[in-house]
């Protein structure tokens, strides 16, 4: 499966965004999704996943604030930001893994054998 990852931007702080996560060559409602992002100088770290069958997971950091969800119709995942902060400045990537049991959310990078490009989210002070 080939990922696209979209929409990110330079926001200010409170601002929203909504990242899209476009799969193609295979439907991806067969693998778990997650968002990870990288800031300048820090590991890559896990933000959010979703299973299969629609259960999610959210990192503490953002917690309250994103969510993920996905249209296995239009074989897109997102993630909607919403009272982003600058310490969410970073590049957001989207990963998928397939899997065979429905609630499963892989959250380590590792874990994902699938990657799009990323997309960078800026959000100013």
């Known amino acids: 499966v080939q990922l696209q990852a979209s929409g990110g931007g330079l926001v200010q702080t409170g601002d929203s965004l909504r990242l899209s996560c476009a799969a193609s060559g295979r439907t991806v409602s067969n693998y778990a999704v997650g968002w990870f992002r990288q800031a300048p100088g820090k590991e890559r770290e896990f933000v959010a996943g979703?299973?299969?069958?629609?259960?999610?997971y959210n990192a503490d950091s953002v917690k309250g604030r994103f969510t993920i969800s996905r249209d296995n119709a239009k074989n897109t995942v997102y993630l909607q930001m919403n009272s982003l902060k600058p310490e969410d400045t970073a590049v957001y990537y989207c990963?998928?893994?397939?899997?065979?049991?429905?609630?499963?959310?892989?959250?380590?990078?590792?874990?994902?054998?699938?990657w799009g490009q990323g997309t960078q989210v800026t959000v100013s002070s």
């Open positions: 990963a998928a893994k397939q899997v065979y049991y429905g609630g499963y959310i892989p959250s380590g990078m590792n874990q994902y054998d699938f």
């Open positions: 979703v299973s299969t069958n629609g259960g999610s």
